[in-house]
Nanobody, 120 residues
Framework: QVQLVESGGDSVQAGGSLKLSCAAS????????MTWHRQAPGKQRESVAT???????NYADSVKGRFTISRDNAKNTVYLQMNSLKPEDTAVYYC??????????????WGQGTQVTVSS
């Protein structure tokens, strides 16, 4: 069974950094598109960063210049490096991937979420 497993969430002070990981467990051919989303209490979920298989990236205006999405194909893992964190970055972060899975075709999966808390 293919799953997305997230890690890296923590509590940090404003100005600090965190690196989130999202690993695809199980047998896959490829990660076609990976998006990190976040949802703060009382707010709608928003897309934060997207990385395509071709290497194109897209970022929400609120995180441009501070967050970087990257991937390690050998490990089937996508990362979100978050620098200069602000209290407004506090949220549950979710990874969402469109995967090519042997015998199943394309699958759209979500991770379980990881909490990021930034204190002022």
């Amino acid at each position: 069974q293919v799953q997305l497993v997230e890690s890296g969430g923590d509590s940090v002070q404003a100005g600090g950094s965190l690196k989130l990981s999202c690993a695809a467990s199980g047998s896959i051919f490829s990660i076609n598109i990976m998006t990190w989303h976040r949802q703060a209490p009382g707010k709608q979920r928003e897309s934060v960063a997207t990385l395509t298989s071709g290497g194109s990236t897209n970022y929400a205006d609120s995180v441009k210049g501070r967050f970087t999405i990257s991937r390690d194909n050998a490990k089937n893992t996508v990362y979100l490096q978050m620098n200069s964190l602000k209290p407004e970055d506090t949220a549950v972060y979710y990874c969402n991937a469109l995967l090519s899975v042997p015998g199943l075709g394309m699958r759209d999966l979500w991770g379980q979420g990881t909490q990021v808390t930034v204190s002022s």
